[in-house]
């Protein structure tokens, strides 16, 4: 069983769209990141989020942190072509280790 | 780049066979994290360490064991390769700085016939 479950699991869009990407558990992180890989590469992170409620903006990607701190979610504005790749959310468990449990992964195709 | 290689790249085995796969870092990083990788799963931590000789489980630990004998490398070892554990497998690195970031290796594709 995914601790984390990501939605949708696959989004072919046309470039200038917007769309959300979903990261929801039952379980609560001590901090939550998001990550985009590219092919043949490892993941590279994108951004963390701490508190619950929290929102970061990075340049045309919105990340929010839910004030449970059990969910989050990724906004892409105005998509472009080079945000094709995967998208994988990420949660340290709040048992005070530094483990992370990845999410299921959303590959994003963005259509010239 | 972050200084952190894994070997072997790619690797084809026969079922039954012992493989071990090296991640080796130069930042003095004290996690160190080992995932597989398949699709429609996302990352799956198969095993961490947060120190030499300190290792614990992950989520899908059966049928692999992880070594730490010095800070700059963890080994994970397949003891008796089965075909379910062809995949993609990563390692990664992370301090204990708060900044809360996985640093990932280029990965190691293991095919096992």
């Known amino acids: 069983t995914q601790l984390l479950e990501q939605s949708p699991q696959f989004l072919s869009i046309q470039e200038g769209e917007n769309l959300t990407v979903y990261c929801n558990s039952s379980s609560v992180f001590s901090s939550l990141q998001w990550y985009r890989q590219e092919p043949g590469e490892g993941p590279v992170l994108l951004v963390t989020v701490v508190t619950g409620g929290e929102v970061k903006k990075l340049k045309r990607l919105t990340f929010q942190f839910g004030d449970a701190r059990k969910d989050s979610s990724l906004h892409i504005t105005a998509a472009q072509t080079g945000d094709t790749g995967l998208y994988l959310c990420?949660?340290?468990?709040?048992?005070?280790?530094?483990?992370?449990?990845f999410g299921t992964g959303t590959r994003l195709k963005v259509l010239a | 780049d972050a200084g952190i290689t894994q070997s072997p790249r790619h690797k084809v085995t026969e079922t039954g066979t012992p493989v071990t796969l090296r991640c080796h870092q130069t930042?003095?990083?004290?996690?160190m994290y080992w995932y597989r990788q398949d699709p429609g799963h996302g990352l799956r931590l198969i095993h961490y360490s947060y120190g030499v000789k300190d290792t614990d489980k992950g989520e899908v630990s059966d049928g692999y064991s992880v070594s730490r004998s010095k800070t700059e490398d963890f080994l994970l070892t397949l003891e008796s390769a089965t075909s379910s554990q062809t995949s993609v497998y990563f390692c990664?690195?992370?301090?204990?700085?708060?900044?809360?970031?996985?640093?990932f290796g280029a990965g190691s594709r293991l095919t096992v016939l």
């Open positions: 930042e003095n990083h004290r996690y």
């Open positions: 990420a949660g340290r468990m709040v048992s005070g280790t530094y483990k992370y449990i």
């Open positions: 990664a690195i992370s301090d204990t700085s708060g900044a809360n970031v996985l640093t």
